[in-house]
Every structure is written in C-alpha cells, then in structure tokens.
C-alpha cells in the first residue's frame, strides 16, 4: 500500500509549530538550578516528536538536528548531565532555529543557515564531552544511534511449540536484545489451531524482530542460546547509510515509495506515550484542508453543540407535529407561540456556542512575550520581569492573529523606549528590575488588552517639540497633555533618537492604531511621567458578529455598531452652530461636536435636512465623538456581519452588510470611514 | 424565478459553445452559459452610497450580498421602468483570479443557442481607441444578429468606454451587418 505522506505534512508543520512553542515556554519557565523532571519531559517530548515526525516525512536536516536535541535532553533527563544555562540557550536558540526551519519547509525552500552548523557542532562538543558519563549502563536507543558501525538485524523467531512449558518466555528475550540497541518487535502471521484444538499451554506465536546494534551477531545469539534447538532462528542483517538517522524500520514495517530516508523512531521508544503522539497526524489530517488552517476544539465545547442540536431537532418536532395539522385550534396556537419561542432560545444559544469554537484563550498570544521580553531585556541590558494576566479570557482566533502584531509593538516600545536601564531606574528611586504587565479580560461584549510598564512614561515637552519639527503641530500652538499623548498616534510620528533594530522607524504607532481600528477596536493611552504607560486596547470578541442599533435614514436602513454609540438625542436649535456651509458643531454639556449628515455623504434622499429635525446619534471615532445625523432609531439587534467585497468592492464609509429579518440587506455603517468621507478633522475642541 | 432550461443539443460539436441570449433596447446579446448561476425576477435592491448609478445595489442572495448591474445603464441606453419581465441574470465572473458573483438586469432573457467558435466573427474595429475587450464577436442564431459579450471583461474592466460612445458603437455594430455577412 502507498501512502502519499504530503497530505499529512501539514498537520506535521502544525504540530511541530505547537511543539517549539511548549518547548519554548517549558525552557523560559525552566529554573536552570533545579530543573523539574516535568519541563524537562515536556520539551524533550517535544522535540523527540518533531525528531519522529520529521523522519517519518523524510525532513531529514530536522530530524538530523533535533536528534542532538533529544540526545542532550534525554541525558539531563536522566540525571546524567547538569542542566546549565548554556544548555537553555543552545535549546532556546535551536527553538528559532528549527521554527525557521518549518518555516522553509512549508514554504518548500530550501534552508541554508550558518546557525545549523554552528549549533551543531556546540551540540556535539557538548554531547562528546560527557561520552563518559553518557555510555554507563542503560544504553538508551539515543546513545545507541550514535555508535558507529550499526547494523540492522532481522531476526525471525519463531518459538517453539513448547518452549513457554519449558519455562522460557519470549518476553525476558526481547528484553534483553533491547540492552543491545533498538528493537521492533512484530507479530509474525502464526498458524493458529481451531479454537477447540488450542493447547493452552502451548505457544504458536512467531515474531519479526528488527534490531539496530552495533553488537556482533554471537552476542545476539546468545540472547537465543537457551532456546535455539526448539526455535526457528533465522538472522539477516543490512548496513545503515547513515549513522545518525535510526533509518530502515519504517520501509519495512509499511513500505514507501518515497525515496527519502523514512523511519518510525516511535515505535521503538521507551516511552510509552510517545507513539501515540507520533500517529497522531494520521488521524487528526483526514478532515484537514492543506491551506486553511485549523483549529482545536475541545471535546466539552463540541458536547455542547450536540446537545443544543439535540435540543433544537426536538423543538422542530413539535413544530412540525403542528404543521400536520389541518386545522389550528386556540391550544395548538400557543404550543406554537412556546416552540417558536424555543426556537428563538436555541438559535441563539447554538449561534453562541459556535462562536465559542473560534475562540481561542489569549494565552496563545500571550506565549510568546515571555520570550520576546527576555530576549530584548538581555539585548537592552534592561532587567524586565513579564507579567501576564487573564491569559484564559477567550478572544475570537482571527481577532487574535491580528492582534498580535500590534501587541508585539507595544511591547517592544515599552521595552525600547519605556524603561530605563537599571542605573536611571536606581537613581530614580524605582526598583532596579523593571515590569511590564499584560492584562487581558471580558467588559461587556470586548475584550481588554492592557500592556503596562512602569518605565518613564511619555516625554510630553519631546514629544511637541518633535511634532513641532515634523510640523505636524504649529509652532504656537498649545497642546494638552492629552493631545500630545495622542500625537504618538500620527504617521511618520518617532521620538527614537536612534534608529535601531527595535524601533524608531516611524512606522509605529500608527499602523498599531489603523490594525486595532480595522478589527473595530479602540486602543487608548494613559501615561504619566516617571511612572509608566498604560495602553489600552478594546477589541470586539469576534469580528463575525455584531450588536448593532438599525437606523432609518430616509427610506434606507443602516446599521451602527452598538459598542460605538454614546448616546443618541434630538438637539435644540440654539444648540446648533453653523461653522460654514457644511459645517455644523453641536454643543453637547461641555463640548462641541461636528455633526456629520449621513444622507449627505450617502447621497440619499432624507426626512431629516437640517439637524434640528433628525436625531442626533452620538458615537466614537478614534476615541474622538462625532455626531451622525439620522431620521430615526430603529431596533437593535445582533447581525451577522456579511462582506461587501466578497463580490462587490470596499464602500467607503461602509463596513460591511448583514440580512435583516425580512430578508433585506441592511448595510453596516463604518464610522471612522464616514468620518474620514465627511472630511472632518479630528480635533475636539473642549469648550472654554 | 425560473429555472434554466437545458437545450437538449445532442449532437454538439466540440468546438461550440451554448450562449444563453438576453434582449436589451431591441439587441440581442449573449452570455456563455456557464457562467450563468441562475436567472431571477426583479426585486428591490439596497442602495450603495456613492456608487455608479448602474450599480442598482445589492441583494440577498441565499445568505451572499450580491450586487446588481443595470446593463442599460452600463451601455449608456435609456433606461426602462423594471417591470414584470424586467429579468436579473445571476453570473458568476472571475475578475483578476476573483470569483464574484454579478447581477445583471435586462429586458427579457430570449433562448439558448449553441455556437460555433468557427461562426463567431471577430467585433468589428471601428478604428478609434474604443475598448471593445468585453465583446467576444458577432454571430447569427436563428437570422438574427447575437453580440456574444465576454462577461469577464465586461464587468471587470474599469475602464469601460463612454456610456454615449458605447450607445453609438452598439448601434453602429447594428448598421454594417448586412455587408460584414457578405463580405
């Protein structure tokens, strides 16, 4: 039988990605001194199934360099190697490394890195330095790959009939032979007897045995010398190409056409764990789109989903016991009013729990700061300590791979240019180690992203005085403290001295705000000086859909995002002034709003012209209000927000569509977009 | 809504291709009918802001916003009241590796042929720089004259020519005829 492994290589790819990263975080959590026996085991799990993996698919420079991985791993495992910090470099490094080298994988290139020697040969000056201490007693199947001059010996053993009534048992052979080097251990095709002729007692079982040894054959028949008369002994052996991949008994036990070296290296493992993980990809892949990517979902949240399905073929019986029929009496009326109820109940908790599937908990974005802190703290020589909290809040996953990005900024700007290197922050008065917090929760229907540090906070005279450089503030002009804090936000806005690898490009803040914008969140800043930042970033929990206020507009219905509007209201004359011909403020307690007309900018016919007559719906637009002026409120519901560009194009002012109730389309109005058609500037003016 | 009926055409060369045929101001135009998804009657579309006025909207489509085309408009001719036979052809149109799905709205749907490559004849140049990219070429079916419209260029190029222009070429397309079938 032929197996086209490509098709797994993907979940290979996943896997592997999940795989370095438990490894990652395993080796950041690692206390060097004393390491638990529970990381070390995770990460060496880790890398012995991209090692089996690896193989299996034929990727023979990651099976080749995680092999030394493992080797190192499994010698600290068992307490024949100190674990140094060395080590945990060389690990975290080979992390970055082998990530690079999926990545070449998946984009089938070919990778080519002064870093795989180099680490290559650490590792094996480090292993060769402790050959000693590695070859004493057990010799693991790591230890004996690495021996020179294996062998690979078939061994077909078929025990004789009375060999188990002459008190030698098979088992203590295999045992044995497994001192020798790596066994696999098959059941050969026996001739078993009718069920009513089977001695008991007897044994009719026969095995293929592969071994890989670099033991002469006298010692493997030695294992054999008890039993040799009664048994069918035979041996045959083959050379391995290359020591150091454990290579030929994967072609034996499913022949490949594949050229490549293949190998099951987990079917000889000590651990039992491990070659259920190994077979893992077969089973996960058949569902498996080769581009699409995938998710995990867990078994409670699928539960779920069936027992509302269960819940909802019910209520459809009853419904349609209805339906049958011929005639609809009062009672068969309100049963129906109870099951369409019902139905409204379960739709919703059903469309809840589907979107529960996409949610993904925060730490997979979170996972990878710890790193990333560390490695630019060292870089910086700044001393950082990373905290993290609510990694378990839930965030939808395409939500989630954007914001990733943005957050991976901020941090690094904390990083940069936040906090001070230990000698200020001591002649500050602050502790000499520095924090920075990543907070995430639930408030309402967003989700909250905190990023903190307690390092300088924003320089507000540097920051204007820059603006005022760039000209993006005049000369004169006196600014807030608040709306010099927003200044950091304008493009080609860097107050980095120097431009390093870290930051200070220009392109920063900006595109951080525009990607939180274009997920429909908002991001805000609070910094006071000498004491920290704190940049806040509010993000809809899914960008599938939406709690949104319908609103008329002559004969058109829109839909508002609900989580953007303040308040809506109808305004007094005397509160309305006329800037210019198209330019209305609105003054609102103590401030005054632009009003944008809605059925202007959309070209529609309206009952409304003139603000007075409409009502005026207060919303936000990056964190500015503006003031849109609609005919009338309609409800509110939730929508299920639908693309316009699927088969159309990118409306400006228009976010997206949902289908109404009836039927209709109704579009999803995008304020920022509105704002920016309407051509107001974004400057509130607080009134005197 | 009506559904498509197949022409029964056993015998169909390989090089032909069936048109699903469409009337506009008196015009016969065809469309591959592959690229045909269904074909509706008229309904009320909603109104895109700020969009060409041949953009009638979108409608909902089976859960898919669908945006719906004035072909009229498109071509620059006087446009009619919609009525009862006022007809939207559902396309489906791959625009630069997209695949998007159109309405278009015409006067009547009118039959399916099948054509041969060998009987269309190349559109006419008229010499000046016109784009006439999104018509595939002339053909006869049943005495009449068909504009075989290459629908992926019709409704993926932006640059089309000058509603009037384009009113202009159609009806002169409609004029040399009689002399591009003797020649």
Request: glycine share 6%; with cysteine.
């Given at each position: 039988m032929e197996i086209d492994l490509s098709q797994f290589s993907q979940v290979f790819f996943e896997e592997s990605l999940e795989g370095?990263?438990?490894?990652?975080?395993?080796?950041?959590?690692?206390?060097?001194?004393?390491?638990?026996?529970?990381?070390?085991?995770?990460?060496?799990?880790?890398?012995?199934?991209?090692?089996?993996?690896?193989?299996?698919?034929?990727?023979?420079?990651?099976?080749?360099?995680?092999?030394?991985?493992?080797?190192?791993?499994?010698?600290?495992?068992?307490?024949?190697?100190?674990?140094?910090?060395?080590?945990q470099d060389m690990l975290l490094l080979s992390v970055d490394l082998l990530r690079n080298m999926i990545d070449a994988l998946m984009r089938k290139t070919d990778f080519d890195d002064p870093l795989l020697s180099q680490l290559e040969k650490r590792f094996t000056a480090e292993l060769e330095g402790a050959a000693e201490g590695a070859q004493v007693d057990d010799a693991t199947q790591a230890d004996a790959e690495q021996t020179p001059d294996e062998q690979l010996w078939h061994i077909d053993f078929q025990a004789g009939i009375d060999i188990l009534r002459c008190g030698n048992d098979p088992l203590l052979m295999f045992t044995e032979l497994r001192q020798l080097g790596e066994l696999t251990v098959k059941l050969a095709e026996a001739n078993y007897p009718d069920f009513a002729d089977i001695d008991p007692e007897a044994c009719y079982l026969?095995?293929?045995?592969?071994?890989?040894?670099?033991?002469?054959?006298?010692?493997?028949?030695?294992?054999?010398?008890?039993?040799?008369?009664?048994?069918?002994?035979?041996?045959?052996?083959?050379?391995?190409?290359?020591?150091?991949?454990?290579?030929?008994?994967?072609?034996?036990?499913?022949?490949?056409?594949?050229?490549?070296?293949?190998?099951?290296?987990?079917?000889?493992?000590?651990s039992n764990s491990l070659p259920a993980e190994t077979m893992k990809p077969k089973v996960v892949s058949q569902a498996k789109s080769p581009e699409g990517g995938s998710i995990r979902?867990?078994?409670?949240?699928?539960?779920?989903?069936?027992?509302?399905?269960?819940?909802?073929?019910?209520?459809?019986?009853?419904?349609?016991?209805?339906?049958?029929?011929?005639?609809?009496?009062?009672?068969?009326?309100?049963?129906?009013?109870?099951?369409?109820?019902?139905?409204?109940?379960h739709t919703r908790d059903l469309?809840?729990?589907?979107?529960?599937?996409?949610?993904?908990?925060?730490?997979?974005?979170?996972?990878?700061?710890?790193?990333?802190?560390?490695?630019?703290?060292?870089?910086?020589?700044?001393?950082?300590?990373?905290?993290?909290?609510?990694?378990?809040?839930?965030?939808?996953?395409?939500?989630?791979?954007?914001?990733?990005?943005?957050?991976?900024?901020?941090?690094?700007?904390?990083?940069?240019?936040?906090?001070?290197?230990?000698?200020?922050?001591?002649?500050?008065?602050?502790?000499?180690?520095?924090?920075?917090?990543?907070?995430?929760?639930?408030?309402?229907?967003?989700?909250?992203?905190?990023?903190?540090?307690?390092?300088?906070?924003?320089?507000?005279?540097?920051?204007?005085?820059?603006?005022?450089?760039?000209?993006?503030?005049?000369?004169?002009?006196?600014?807030?403290?608040?709306?010099?804090?927003?200044?950091?936000?304008?493009?080609?806005?860097?107050?980095?001295?120097?431009?390093?690898?870290?930051?200070?490009?220009?392109?920063?803040?900006?595109?951080?705000?525009?990607?939180?914008n274009e997920l429909n969140g908002t991001i805000e800043l609070k910094s006071t000086q000498d004491k920290g930042s704190r940049f806040t970033i509010r993000l809809p929990l899914t960008l599938a859909i939406l709690d949104g206020q319908l609103v008329r507009i002559g004969h058109h219905t829109y839909v508002v995002p609900l989580v953007s509007i303040h308040e809506s209201l109808q305004v007094e004359p005397q509160r309305i002034n006329r800037i210019s011909e198209n330019n209305e403020l609105v003054r609102l307690r103590d401030e005054y709003l632009p009003v944008i007309k809605v059925f202007q900018e959309f070209d529609h016919e309206a009952d409304a012209i003139e603000i007075k007559d409409g009502l005026v719906m207060v919303v936000d637009s990056?964190?500015?209000?503006?003031?849109?002026?609609?005919?009338?409120?309609?409800?509110?519901?939730?929508?299920?927000?639908?693309?316009?560009?699927?088969?159309?194009?990118?409306?400006?002012?228009?976010?997206g569509a949902t289908i109404l109730g009836d039927g209709t389309v109704a579009l999803i109005i995008d304020i920022s977009g509105l704002v920016s058609l309407a051509g107001i500037t974004n400057t509130n003016e607080h009134a005197a | 809504m009506t559904e498509l009926t197949q022409q029964e055409q056993?015998?169909?060369?390989?090089?032909?291709?069936?048109?699903?045929?469409?009337?506009?101001?008196?015009?016969?135009?065809?469309?591959?009918?592959?690229?045909?998804?269904?074909?509706?009657?008229?309904?009320?579309?909603?109104?895109i802001?700020?969009?060409?006025?041949?953009?009638?909207?979108?409608?909902?489509?089976?859960?898919?916003?669908?945006?719906?085309?004035?072909?009229?408009?498109?071509?620059?001719?006087?446009?009619?009241?919609?009525?009862?036979?006022?007809?939207?052809?559902?396309?489906?149109?791959?625009?630069?590796?997209?695949?998007?799905?159109?309405?278009?709205?015409?006067?009547?749907?009118?039959d399916v042929f099948s054509v041969n490559d060998a009987d269309v004849r190349d559109a006419p140049d008229f010499g000046d720089d016109t784009?006439?990219?999104?018509?595939k070429g002339l053909t006869n079916a049943a005495d009449k004259m068909v504009i075989l419209l290459d629908i992926n260029m019709l409704l993926g190029s932006e640059i089309l020519p000058e509603a009037s222009q384009l009113s202009n070429l159609i009806n002169n397309i409609d004029a040399p005829q009689p002399q591009a079938v003797n020649a």
């Amino acid at each position: 039988m032929e197996i086209d492994l490509s098709q797994f290589s993907q979940v290979f790819f996943e896997e592997s990605l999940e795989g370095l990263e438990s490894m990652e975080s395993e080796l950041l959590k690692l206390d060097v001194n004393e390491p638990e026996d529970e990381s070390i085991n995770t990460i060496f799990r880790a890398a012995h199934s991209i090692k089996g993996g690896s193989a299996t698919f034929g990727f023979s420079q990651v099976a080749n360099y995680t092999h030394l991985l493992e080797t190192l791993l499994d010698e600290i495992r068992d307490g024949r190697r100190q674990m140094t910090s060395e080590h945990q470099d060389m690990l975290l490094l080979s992390v970055d490394l082998l990530r690079n080298m999926i990545d070449a994988l998946m984009r089938k290139t070919d990778f080519d890195d002064p870093l795989l020697s180099q680490l290559e040969k650490r590792f094996t000056a480090e292993l060769e330095g402790a050959a000693e201490g590695a070859q004493v007693d057990d010799a693991t199947q790591a230890d004996a790959e690495q021996t020179p001059d294996e062998q690979l010996w078939h061994i077909d053993f078929q025990a004789g009939i009375d060999i188990l009534r002459c008190g030698n048992d098979p088992l203590l052979m295999f045992t044995e032979l497994r001192q020798l080097g790596e066994l696999t251990v098959k059941l050969a095709e026996a001739n078993y007897p009718d069920f009513a002729d089977i001695d008991p007692e007897a044994c009719y079982l026969s095995w293929n045995l592969e071994l890989i040894t670099d033991q002469k054959i006298e010692r493997l028949k030695e294992v054999f010398e008890w039993v040799e008369d009664e048994c069918t002994i035979h041996y045959s052996s083959s050379v391995i190409d290359t020591p150091e991949m454990k290579e030929p008994q994967g072609t034996s036990e499913s022949p490949q056409s594949t050229p490549v070296p293949e190998s099951t290296p987990a079917s000889t493992s000590a651990s039992n764990s491990l070659p259920a993980e190994t077979m893992k990809p077969k089973v996960v892949s058949q569902a498996k789109s080769p581009e699409g990517g995938s998710i995990r979902v867990s078994i409670e949240k699928i539960d779920l989903l069936i027992n509302m399905v269960g819940e909802l073929v019910i209520t459809q019986a009853m419904l349609g016991q209805i339906g049958q029929q011929d005639v609809i009496d009062e009672e068969s009326l309100l049963s129906m009013k109870q099951g369409l109820e019902q139905l409204a109940s379960h739709t919703r908790d059903l469309q809840e729990s589907v979107m529960q599937i996409r949610m993904l908990p925060i730490s997979f974005a979170f996972n990878r700061f710890p790193r990333l802190v560390r490695d630019i703290g060292q870089q910086l020589g700044k001393k950082v300590d990373l905290i993290l909290n609510g990694e378990d809040t839930e965030l939808d996953k395409t939500v989630m791979e954007k914001i990733v990005d943005p957050m991976v900024h901020l941090v690094r700007n904390s990083l940069d240019h936040g906090l001070e290197t230990p000698e200020i922050r001591v002649s500050k008065g602050k502790p000499e180690t520095g924090s920075i917090t990543l907070n995430a929760f639930h408030q309402g229907g967003n989700i909250i992203i905190e990023i903190i540090d307690d390092g300088a906070g924003l320089d507000t005279d540097r920051i204007l005085q820059k603006a005022k450089e760039k000209g993006l503030v005049a000369e004169e002009e006196e600014l807030t403290t608040e709306a010099i804090h927003q200044l950091i936000f304008k493009a080609g806005f860097s107050t980095a001295d120097a431009v390093s690898d870290l930051s200070g490009r220009g392109v920063g803040m900006d595109v951080v705000r525009r990607n939180i914008n274009e997920l429909n969140g908002t991001i805000e800043l609070k910094s006071t000086q000498d004491k920290g930042s704190r940049f806040t970033i509010r993000l809809p929990l899914t960008l599938a859909i939406l709690d949104g206020q319908l609103v008329r507009i002559g004969h058109h219905t829109y839909v508002v995002p609900l989580v953007s509007i303040h308040e809506s209201l109808q305004v007094e004359p005397q509160r309305i002034n006329r800037i210019s011909e198209n330019n209305e403020l609105v003054r609102l307690r103590d401030e005054y709003l632009p009003v944008i007309k809605v059925f202007q900018e959309f070209d529609h016919e309206a009952d409304a012209i003139e603000i007075k007559d409409g009502l005026v719906m207060v919303v936000d637009s990056n964190n500015e209000k503006v003031g849109l002026l609609v005919d009338e409120l309609l409800s509110q519901q939730q929508v299920v927000i639908k693309s316009l560009e699927d088969n159309y194009s990118k409306v400006p002012g228009v976010s997206g569509a949902t289908i109404l109730g009836d039927g209709t389309v109704a579009l999803i109005i995008d304020i920022s977009g509105l704002v920016s058609l309407a051509g107001i500037t974004n400057t509130n003016e607080h009134a005197a | 809504m009506t559904e498509l009926t197949q022409q029964e055409q056993a015998n169909m060369d390989d090089a032909s291709q069936q048109y699903l045929t469409f009337i506009m101001a008196s015009e016969e135009y065809g469309v591959d009918i592959l690229s045909v998804q269904e074909i509706r009657g008229w309904e009320a579309t909603t109104v895109i802001p700020n969009s060409p006025s041949h953009v009638k909207g979108v409608i909902n489509l089976r859960g898919t916003i669908v945006p719906i085309i004035d072909l009229r408009q498109r071509f620059g001719i006087e446009t009619l009241e919609y009525g009862a036979t006022t007809v939207v052809i559902v396309v489906k149109v791959a625009i630069s590796d997209e695949h998007k799905v159109i309405g278009i709205v015409v006067d009547a749907v009118s039959d399916v042929f099948s054509v041969n490559d060998a009987d269309v004849r190349d559109a006419p140049d008229f010499g000046d720089d016109t784009n006439l990219s999104f018509i595939k070429g002339l053909t006869n079916a049943a005495d009449k004259m068909v504009i075989l419209l290459d629908i992926n260029m019709l409704l993926g190029s932006e640059i089309l020519p000058e509603a009037s222009q384009l009113s202009n070429l159609i009806n002169n397309i409609d004029a040399p005829q009689p002399q591009a079938v003797n020649a």
